[in-house]
């Protein structure tokens, strides 16, 4: 099983960039799928990307498409997001979760997350 630990959140100006790494333990890292999510205040969590278990294929949203891109280091049991061009409306807390093997859209299919880590995006 995995356990997911998300970090590089923080205060950031519109217009700037974060990276936010997902860190996993547990054997059987390699065997899942990694989803970014985010919950703005006051709305439902939505999905941001994904990334197979094999690191070959991703899907992003389209609210952040271009802007946003998905990576991991299986060697590293990481998982990345690299944020850019930053905007208001990207304030959320961003969590990472897993799935077995492939990837998802859905909230309710992924079955592991992590804590998350604020994201707060300044004009």
């Known amino acids: 099983q995995a356990l997911l630990v998300e970090s590089g959140g923080g205060l950031v100006q519109a217009g700037g960039s974060l990276r936010l790494s997902c860190a996993a333990s547990g054997r059987t890292f390699n065997t899942y799928a990694v989803g970014w999510f985010r919950q703005a205040a006051g709305k439902e969590r939505e999905f941001v990307a994904a990334i197979n278990w094999r690191g070959d294929s991703t899907t992003i949203a389209d609210s952040v498409k271009g802007r946003f891109t998905i990576s991991r280091d299986n060697a590293e049991n990481t998982a990345y997001l690299q944020m850019n061009s930053l905007a208001p409306e990207d304030t959320a807390v961003y969590y990472c979760?897993?799935?077995?093997?492939?990837?998802?859209?859905?909230?309710?299919?992924?079955?592991?997350w992590g804590q998350g880590t604020q994201v707060t995006v300044s004009r």
């Open positions: 979760a897993a799935r077995r093997i492939t990837i998802a859209k859905n909230t309710r299919d992924y079955e592991y």
